[in-house]
């Protein structure tokens, strides 16, 4: 069975850190490109970060480039977004995905190019 599960969410005031990690079973994420996406009430999923340990560096949305990275553990089967400087925009559900597109390539963002998904881990930024 494929199961994907989110921890590491909370509350953080601005300019905090978190990080987030989604455990995987069932697969390895290394075979295909994986990724991080975030959705706020009422605005639609968007792409944070994804990544494809084939050898290709990690791809980010513009809003967050120099703030978040994101790893992988590949020993434990872990998927990582370290967050940094945060900021109130950052607020909303954070939700792994994987068995994503080719070595993640132009349609990394896309939601539909992912077969599994997380539920989802809470990020509340204050001001």
Same mark, same amino acid.
């Given at each position: 069975q494929?199961? !994907?599960?989110?921890?590491?969410?909370?509350?953080?005031?601005? =300019?905090?850190? !978190?990080r987030l990690s989604c455990a995987a079973s069932g697969f390895t994420y290394s075979t295909r490109c994986a990724g991080w996406f975030?959705?706020?009430? =009422?605005?639609?999923?968007?792409?944070?970060?994804?990544?494809w340990s084939g050898g290709?560096?990690?791809v980010y949305a513009d809003s967050v480039k120099g703030r978040f990275s994101i790893f992988q553990d590949n020993a434990k089967n872990i998927l990582y977004l370290q967050m940094n400087s945060l900021?109130?925009?950052?607020?909303?559900?954070?939700?792994?995905?994987?068995?994503?597109?080719?070595r993640c390539g132009n349609w990394w963002s896309e939601v539909s190019t992912y077969v599994n998904w997380g539920l989802g881990t809470q990020v509340t930024v204050s001001s």
């Open positions: 494929v199961q !994907l599960v989110e921890s590491g969410g909370g509350s953080v005031e601005t =300019g905090g850190s !978190l975030r959705q706020a009430p =009422g605005k639609e999923r968007e792409g944070v970060a994804a990544i290709d560096s990690p900021k109130p925009d950052d607020t909303a559900m954070y939700y792994c995905a994987a068995v994503g597109p080719w």
